[in-house]
Each structure stands twice: as structure tokens, then as C-alpha cells.
């Protein structure tokens, strides 16, 4: 260590009415695994496009210094030919064709007018071998898992020769075990000379993998950490990133009763709609009182989100058994209509993919699945309807000019805080969170706990799934532990750590290959 | 201030278009396009895309689905009535309850296929545009040697869908639909600034005092027009009543009911819209439900129109009512689009026919220009979107 590979100096950048970069210095040596840490929109992605000439030389101020010569990106064929190369969050794949065909797409091996396909697989399989993966080249892309294409895009971004590597984000859609694989996957990689940054929201990995932490805020780098010298824990990171000390990260219920039992799931079993044979939630039982909240862990596929669409309304799975009481109740839901009728409301993992419409405004959203409440025989009664949207908005605290904005155009912490507005403004009794706090910032989250102390303060339940240990913990005051479909554990918050559930589930995978 | 004025601009970009257009073809014919007679081609000629553009804007809200059959379903549901009606001697009654309920049956069946069965809409109404096509033409040559079945004589089948109100000759002034239109504008005119003053009572945004003054006097001056040169022309054409009726129920359906709320919500995200308790599947039959009924009036008032059922009715029919709505700003893609935009796409389209049929283009050139339009409209939409993200 020791060379300046990388420095980035007083770039400034500016998109119409927003100053999203101003005087950024950022320097990286040779050999090292920089974090680039911040809140969503602090501008570490703008940063990192602007290196790697996604934002072309010329549209943005400063320089930037590559081996101590100053570069001029054009275009991001420019960088990755300095071997500057990224990784970016959504994983660009093309899942119907092999790992070999992805591997080298726009960097194709042979002559210019004809594929070598020998080529092109013996060498996806000698960058396979590199990032520790045993998959031919010759499997397509969407047969294997998320884990394992990420790290194809690791080998892919190797093909390229890389020196020095950007990953975005790279775990965010991994589970922990997969995820702890690539960060050691990255440390190995340190060792034979690489550089890297990783962009990443996780700040338990950062701490694990970082050797030094640049704290971007509001467009500006606010402080480098030296992690061999400095004393770096999570605490003292994410004072850098909000600017000021978060006491608590989980605020405190008070006074909140828990009450009888609100709603009880016995023997729920699930299959899976295409191969009907398969079991993916596996005689469930678990309750939820009145007043509290319920954490539900589990790895990613570990039959979460399947568990919570099929009680609402049977919206997943084939062949669904079992029984589920709703405030003393029996009930056989069978269209999501039923569920919210009974008082059930299931707020979605994917806020894009099936919780918001994104390109209609907040108001629209909000009222979605209550229409009823917003009208009267079928004809919409516009002034209540922009009153309710409006009346969220300040309860949530939701940042936006008017209700009339497209959601389109929210934060990811705003844009939770509609999904919220609309699943409550349905009146429901149990409301199941999945994933309430994915991708948004720790200023959001701290709202959104915020808001799930109102909720179970009022008297409701409160379901939350989440594959945040940290959140489990501080949030739930009961913990179900779910793993292949099973419940495999419940233990009362109090009593809960990390270790213990971890231990949990590696002993219930029972011989699983990776434990 | 400037910028405000270019939104206005923006917003209204195809009606000002239209306007042009108008005036481009007016200049060309030497005024022929401004007579009373033309003003009547208009609205007569292109009924039938006013209406089969409100149902097929139903189909593309719900995610840019179309409906490729409506064309050969007019030819094959107009064989059927002429052949009631003209060969059988049916009662005119009868034979338009009968023509109904196969539209309602045909609806059924298609809707079904494509919300339930999952068949894709294009390839669902594609067999539909093959078959209705065959089906009709066999009809028609079974009963006639002529491949065509007359309906002149049947008056009351013309009556209800075709001819004029209270008709006086061409040239004389029809007070009735200069009445008519008078009363038209002033509900024009009370509502808009009814609307606007239920707004500041209430404290919300409304539009400034001048720009309702704007668009009232614009409306006023627009429906006059139409009432004078219809006046002129003979009376209110039977078509414009079914015209503006079903504009007005389609207005307020898919802007004041949550029907109409979850057919754009649809459109935009289905799998949410889903979640939130709405029936989907039901959405998608209803809108294919609606299309086979709207294009069973529309067979009404073509039949009508030509006094007969042949084979070639509606060709091409479909193509008008998708190329109506996408000029009229409707998405591709579903989730977005008015009946607003879509009138004035229809009637763009309307006016270019008749210019050029006016100036004595031939219907060679008439398609290749009718297929530029549409193709710039589009792209126009999508740089406008562009446009609009990147502010």
C-alpha cells in the first residue's frame, strides 16, 4: 500500500436545480478496499459515475488523476480499457443466455466478425475458477441464484482486466451467507494486489471488509476513516453519514400493552404454483397480539414472503392448507379483496415491482386499495380522496410539494412511507411488513420504526419480516426463526442476539453445504 | 412566467395542432373545408372512429392491449343484421336487441380468452380479424349475388342511427341546433367556472380567473362554430347525439369512478393493483366486454351510414381507432390517456381524411401521410416523456 492509484479532485457536478456533487476529493491507494458510505442521494453513485465516464469528461468539474496521469472519459468503454471497471446494484445479465455468453458480452472473444466459442467458454471457466464458482460456462444465467450471478459479474468485470473494481451495492440482494462468501471472495482479491470500492449500506460489512471509509453527505465527502488507525465501529460511521449521533437506532415503545391474541396461523403449508410438488412453507404456526410486533427472520428463500402472500388472500401457492383466526374469527381468505375486508393487510417486500404505481401521483396510491373509503357507489369523491392523501402525508411526515407528485419521482424512504399511508389507510387490525426498510437511508428507517410504534401503540399487530437481523432485534418483541419453509425457533426479543439465531438456522440446515 | 406559458403550450400541443392542420387544409381547398356540408362530412365520416377509439382506449389503459377485431366484427354483425332485417324481415326492434347480444356474446368469449385464459390480447382479436372477416363475406354472398345486402328501405333503422334531428334543407337555418348548442356552451361556461369557485371555497389550486375566461371563451367559440355550420348544413346529425353521449359516460367513467381509476392503475402496474384487493382478471373481460358492445353500436351507425351491409365495411377500422387514440396521446404502453386527448386525435385524424379527400389526394398517399402522423406522434410522446424525467 501506499501509491495513489485513484484521486478524484474537486469534482464538482450539477444536474438542473441540484448541486449533486460539489468539491468531492476522494482518494484511493493501491491495494486497499475503500468503502464509499453515505445516506441515498448523498451522490456516492453520481461519484462513481462520473469515474467510471457515465457522465462523460466535460459535464462535470475537476479532475480526475488515474496512475498519476489526468483521464478524460468519454464513455465507459473509456475507463474499463484503464481497467477501471463496475459492478453496478441492478445485475446486468441476460438471463436467458449461458454464463459464458454474459461473460463477454460487448467484450466478445474472437475475430471481429466471428464469435470463437471455444475461446469464449474455456475462458469463462478459467474466471469462473477465480471467483470460486463450479458452474460450467455453459449454464444459462436464470438457473442459477442471485448469489451466484453476482458472481459472475465479478468474474465478467475480471475478463475485463480489471485493476480497479466498483461494486455498487453488491450484497443488496444477497443473503448473509452468500453475502459473507463475496466479501471474503473480496478480501482474497486484496491479497493478490487488487483495489477495490465498495458502495454498500450495510455498515456491518463495511467494518468487516473496509480499510479505509470515505463518509459522503448532501454531495461532499465529509471525512476518510483510516480503519488500521482509527477506532471504527458502526456507531462512529453512522455519525458521519447523518452528522449528527443517532442515540438510538431503535427508538423505544412505551407504555404499549400487548393484548389477546389477534391473529393465529395453525399448520399452514404452501406449495410452490408451478412445481406443485414442492413444499415451501411447511406446517406454520406461529400468533401475533394485539400491541406487538412480531419479527419474522430468515434468510433469503427461506419461504417469508411466500408465507405472507399466501395468508393474504392466497395471492401465492398452490394446494394451501391449514387455518388462520383473525380476531377470534376463522377465516378462508381467497382474493387479497377478502384479506383487507377481514382487516389484513400485507405491505410488499418490492415497492417498484408490485407495491406502488409509480408513475401515478401519492394521492392515487394512497387510496388504491380502499377505493370505497374514498367514494360513494362507485363515483370517487375527489375532495375527501385529496384530503386523505394529505392527511398521510403529514401523519408520515412524507417530503414531497403535494400530493399530486408522482411516487415515481419519491425517495425509497418516501415512497415506503405511501405504501404504509395506503395499507393503513385500509383499517386494518394485523399488518404483515416485509421488508419494511429495504435500500432506504438510517435517517428513513428511524421514521419508519417510528411509525410501527404508532401502529401497535393504536392497538393493532404487527408482522414484520425482515432478513436485518440488527432490525429484528431492536424492533420485535417476539422473534419467529424461519428456515427451508420451517419454523425452526421463537424466542422473545429479550433474549435474542445475532449469534443464537444464526446458530439457529445453521443447525436446523442440517448438514447444508455451506454450514 | 415565460415557462408557464410554454407548458400551456405543451399540454395542449395536439390540439394546437389540430387547429393548424385545419387551418393548412382550409387555405389548401380555398376555403371548401370551412363550408357547412364539411362540417357535417366530418362528424358523420368519423363517428365511427370516435366510438371505437372510446373502447379501444379501455383496452390500451389496462397495458396497451388492442383489439385488432373490431374492424371485421362490424362486417360479419352487419351481415348478420342486414340479412334479419332485409332477407328474414325481421323487426328492426328485434333484430338490433339480436345484433346487441351477439356483440355481448362475442365480448363474453373474448374477454374470457384474454383475462382468464391468458391468451394474448394481439393474437386472441388477430383470430377474431381473420375469421369475423371470412365469416361476414360468406354471409353476405350466401344472400346476394351482389355481395352486398341493402337496408334503404328499412326508415326507422335510418332514423335511429343516421340522418338528421328536426332536419330543414341545406342552406336554411336550423334554430333547433343552433339552440342546442347555444345551451351547450352556456353548461360549458357555468361549469367551468362553477368547478372553479367549488375549488376556492374549498382552498385548493385552481386555475387562474384569465385562463378559465380563456378556455370558456375558446370552448364557446368552438361550440358555436360547430352549431351554426351544422345549422346551416341540415341539423344535428343523429350520430353526433350517440357521439357526444358515449364520450360523456367514457369522460366520466374513467375520470370520477374507481372502475375507471383501477383500468389506469392496471395499466401501470397490474401485480399492485392486484394486491390491492382489485379483480384484475375482471378489469381486463370488462374491457373487452365493452369494446365488443361499443363495436356493435358502431355497426349500427356504419350499416346505417351506407344504407347496407358489404363486405368491405369496417376494413381498416381498427387500424383508425388505435391510430385515433396514440395521436390523441394515449400510451403505448398503458396506464395513461384521456378521452379528451383521444377526441382530438380522432378528430386530427377526421380532418386530415377530409382535407386530403377534399384536395383530391389519392388514397395512396392519403395512407402514407396517415402513417407519418401517427409514427410522429408517438415519437413526439416519447421525447415529451423524455423530456419531463430528465427535468
Redesign the interface.
Known sequence: MGNTILEMKNITKTFPGVKALDNVNFKVEEGEIHALVGENGAGKSTLMNVLSGIYPYGTYEGDIVYKGEVCQFHKIKDSEEKGIVIIHQELALVPQMTIGENMFLGNERGTKNAINWNETYSEADKYLKMVGLSESSHVLIKDIGTGKQQLVEIAKALAKNAQLLILDEPTSSLNETDSRALLDLMLEFKKKGMTMIIITHKLNEVVYVADKITVVRDGSTVETLDCAKDDVNEERIIKGMVGREITDRFPKRHDVKIGEVNMEVKDWTVHHPLYTERVVVDHVNFNVKKGEVVGIYGLMGAGRTELAMSMFGKSYGTDITGTMTINGKEVNLKSPREAINEKLAYVTEDRKGNGLVLGKSIKVNTSLANMDGVSERGVIDTDREYNIAVQYKDLLKTKTPTVEQSVGNLSGGNQQKVLLAKWMFTDPDVLILDEPTRGIDVGAKYEIYCIINDLVAAGKSVVMISSELPETIGMSDRIYIMNEGKFIGEMPASEATQENIMAAIIQSTGGGEKA | MASKYIDILKKNAMLIVLVLVYLFFTIMTSGQMFQAMNFNALITQNAYVFILATGMLMCMLTGGNIDLSCGSFVCFLGSVGAVMMAVKGMGTGVSIALMLLIGVIYGCVLGFLIAYVNVPPWIATLAGFLAFRGLGTAILSDNSTTGSVSLSNNEGYMALFSGKLFSTPVGQMNMICLIAGIVAAAIVVILNFSTRARKLK?G?EADSLVSVIVKSVLAVAAILLFAYKLALSGGIPVVLVWVVVIILIYSFITS????G??F??IG??A?????????TKLIMFLAYLNMAVLTAITTFIVTSRFQAANSTAGTCYEMDAIAACVVGGVSAYG??GTIFGMVVGATLIGVINLGMSLMGVNADWQKIVKGLVLLAAVVFDILAAKKNA??
Open positions: 374549498k385548493y370520477k369512478t374507481t372502475m381509476r383501477y389506469y392503475t401501470d402496474n401485480e399492485t393493483t392486484r394486491l390491492s384487493g382489485v379483480d396506464g395513461s430528465t427535468k
